[in-house]
């Protein structure tokens, strides 16, 4: 069965820039973006916007196998293996992105009270690089901030490759967020900026996709517990 696994780890700067410049290959390993590590909110020009050995890894697998062994016996992948990953099975996909095509746009559903993670992959107009990062970070800072979200981050590959991370305590918190029914003003950074991107597209490509997530390996920043397990399994 395919799956797909999301991965935070902080490794060597040899293997960083490698992974950067060149995607790994490996038996069983059908798509992967390698990305630097990026804090949410953080000002545009900092060090924590874009951290060079904290890397982010997506990638969709032919079967766990391939990715077992992928951790055990890649020299890459066994720096991931120090770090932190979870294991996905695919739900749902809005938007397009070239190198997932294959995917039917909902595959499975969810319960509202499930928990979720949420991926999104976006090829950027670099023309539209300002207008992005204002429209931006006001949702970046909704998303790290909000009470449901237990783990939220993004991560870029210059120059043009972004993407967002985020594990909810349910299904239903995620929606709440995207749709802007939550309380107070910053419930309404998420629709302004999706009103904006209709306007006037800040990308060539765009996918947001929702995964249910199937097991947590790891630990990231002292922490083992992100996917809130507990009444779900």
């Known amino acids: 069965m395919t799956i797909y696994s999301f991965h935070l780890a902080q490794v060597s700067v040899r293997?960083?820039?490698?992974?950067?410049?060149?995607?790994?290959?490996?038996?069983?390993?059908?798509?992967v973006?390698?990305?630097?590590?990026?804090?949410?909110?953080?000002?545009v020009v900092s060090p924590a916007r874009m951290q060079l050995r904290r890397i982010a890894v997506f990638a969709q697998w032919r079967d766990e196998a391939a990715l077992e062994s992928f951790l055990a016996r890649d020299g890459f992948g066994r720096e991931l293996a120090e770090g932190w990953h979870v294991r996905l099975e695919y739900v749902r996909q809005w938007g397009h992105l070239s190198e997932l095509d294959q995917l039917p746009e909902a595959a499975r559903a969810m319960g509202p009270d499930e928990p979720v993670v949420a991926v999104t992959v976006a090829r950027m107009r670099l023309p539209e690089l300002a207008r992005f990062i204002h429209w931006g970070r006001p949702v970046e800072r909704q998303i790290r901030d909000h009470p449901?979200?237990?783990?939220?981050?993004?991560?870029?590959?210059?120059?043009?490759?972004?993407?967002?991370?985020?594990?909810?305590?349910?299904?239903?918190?995620?929606?709440?967020?995207?749709?802007?029914?939550?309380?107070?003003?910053?419930?309404?950074?998420?629709?302004?900026?999706?009103?904006?991107?209709?306007?006037?597209?800040?990308?060539?490509?765009?996918?947001?996709?929702?995964?249910?997530?199937?097991?947590?390996?790891?630990?990231?920043?002292?922490?083992?517990?992100?996917?809130?397990?507990?009444?779900?399994?």
Do not use: C
């Open 15 to 31: 293997a960083a820039v490698k992974a950067l410049a060149t995607a790994p290959a490996a038996p069983g390993l059908e798509h």
């Open 148 to 233: 449901e979200s237990t783990l939220a981050t993004a991560a870029i590959r210059w120059p043009r490759t972004v993407s967002t991370f985020s594990v909810w305590t349910s299904t239903r918190a995620m929606t709440r967020m995207v749709f802007g029914k939550d309380a107070g003003e910053p419930a309404r950074r998420h629709n302004s900026a999706m009103a904006e991107r209709e306007r006037r597209d800040f990308h060539h490509e765009f996918t947001t996709l929702r995964f249910r997530p199937l097991a947590e390996h790891g630990s990231w920043q002292g922490r083992s517990d992100y996917i809130p397990w507990t009444g779900t399994d």
């Open 33 to 43: 973006e390698v990305l630097a590590g990026m804090r949410l909110g953080a000002a």
